[in-house]
């Protein structure tokens, strides 16, 4: 028998770490999500005004805009698997104490910890995929990743409408928290930072890995000097900010401006609200898949920013488009579409992270996920404000077409031959 018919197919080790992340990310959104959806009843409850509600949403998302660097330094120096480990067990436990919360105070508090804890999600996986899988692969499967999670918030909007009716939103927390400990104690017995290391996998495997791209150096001291000199490094910080800027809107108060600025019922805002974060799954995966297709075929520099230069001009459009109708159901549609469409230029960053970053890709993408979050953060507040000073609702969406159309001009900066490694 030829050596060639005697040699091993290659394992599957690689999909399974994928279907690892793609739980993680579910589990991730749920426990973000759920706080959006019950936001009236805890108002009501806690006696909170839109600006303190507005505070309460954005302080999550600043801790964790803050600790994204360091989270994505130990996943690059310890490695993943103690690092996802560690930031389940932590937000599990903080999702279960916001059902705790007695005032504006504790709840604040609780938000904060809760966002310390989880950053460094993305860029922990960052550093999982820089491992596992073939570089042809990471634009897809960040959009893969990333859609689960929208997917998972939208199901979570009529799934907290529902444990609602029938407990409090308190016990609703303590459930929610309960799922990521389960995830945790599976990851740390299952997952290997070295395929190599892996029981499951064979050399197979692994030489498909290395033939592929994956990174399998050893990690160097951090380029501080050339990621602060990067173009493209800043692009993407400055594009990232834009984008989620956004998306935290209908993380945040969309069921809420469904309920008063449009007059549904919190059945219909409940399911309506989901529809941005269908739009946002469709729109990542297909923004991921387009980007390696086309850098495949134009190059790296062309193919990731297509998606990006497409979807978000026509996101900021889309925008305008619900500020100016008058029909109710035609604001949620146009909004799902805008969230859609600036989807497109999510997963094409993410590769782009990897491709420049190299062995220190978790902090390069920590980095631009920094400065997405702190854009994030900054968008409860504007609503709240609004909400509460001029008793606007179109103020803060124009601020998202704006944003969308900064966005769409720093790809025209990001460039993934410009390696920082």
């Not at 130990?74 to 698997?81: E, Q, S, T, W």
């Not at 966002?115 to 550093?127: D, I, N, Q, V, Y």
């Not at 064979?202 to 990174?215: D, F, H, Q």
């Amino acid at each position: 028998m030829e050596a060639a018919e005697r040699r091993e197919p290659p394992t599957r080790v690689r999909h399974g770490v994928v279907g690892f992340l793609l739980a993680l990310v579910a589990v991730a959104y749920l426990d973000r999500v759920c706080i959006a959806t019950a936001a009236p009843a805890m108002r009501a409850e806690l006696g909170l005004s839109d600006a303190g509600m507005g505070l309460v949403f954005s302080a999550f998302t600043f801790a964790y805009a803050l600790f994204e660097v360091p989270s994505g330094w130990m996943a690059d120096r310890f490695g993943a698997r103690i690092t996802l480990t560690r930031i389940v067990v932590w937000w599990s436990l903080m999702t279960a104490a916001t059902g705790m919360a007695v005032g504006f105070a504790s709840l604040l508090a609780v938000r904060l910890l809760f966002g310390l804890g989880e950053a460094g999600t993305f860029p922990s996986m960052a550093r999982v995929y820089a491992r596992w899988l073939p570089g042809a692969e990471r634009g897809r499967m960040f959009g893969l990743a990333i859609m689960t999670g929208a997917f998972a918030g939208a199901v979570t909007q009529p799934l907290v409408v529902v444990l609602l009716t029938v407990t409090t939103w308190r016990h609703t927390f303590a459930l929610f928290g309960m799922v990521g400990l389960v995830w945790a104690v599976a990851w740390w017995r299952w997952f290997r930072d070295d395929p190599a290391e892996h029981p499951g996998t064979n050399e197979a495997e692994c030489a498909l890995l290395r033939a592929g791209g994956a990174e399998s150096r050893e990690r160097r001291a951090l380029p501080w000097r050339r990621m602060l000199a990067s173009r493209t490094l800043l692009a993407l910080c400055t594009m990232y900010a834009g984008a989620i800027y956004g998306w935290y809107f209908y993380l945040t108060w969309l069921p809420t401006y469904l309920l008063r600025a449009r007059g549904f019922d919190l059945a219909h805002a409940g399911a309506l609200a989901a529809l941005p974060l269908l739009a946002i799954g469709v729109g990542v995966l297909a923004g991921g898949w387009a980007s390696d297709a086309l850098a495949r075929r134009l190059g790296a520099r062309a193919g990731r920013r297509i998606p990006g230069l497409v979807g978000f001009p026509l996101a900021a459009a889309a925008i305008a488009g619900a500020i100016g109708t008058d029909v109710p159901l035609h604001a949620a549609l146009f909004l799902a579409a805008a969230a859609g469409l600036a989807a497109l230029g999510v997963a094409p960053a993410w590769a782009v992270c990897l491709e420049i970053g190299g062995v220190n890709s978790g902090v390069v993408s920590g980095a631009m996920n920094t400065f997405g979050n702190l854009g994030g953060a900054a968008s409860p507040i504007v609503v709240g404000l609004s909400l509460e000073r001029w008793h606007s609702w179109e103020a803060p969406l124009w601020s998202v077409a704006a944003c969308y159309l900064v966005a769409a001009l720093a790809w025209l900066a990001i460039d993934p031959r410009r390696l920082i490694d």
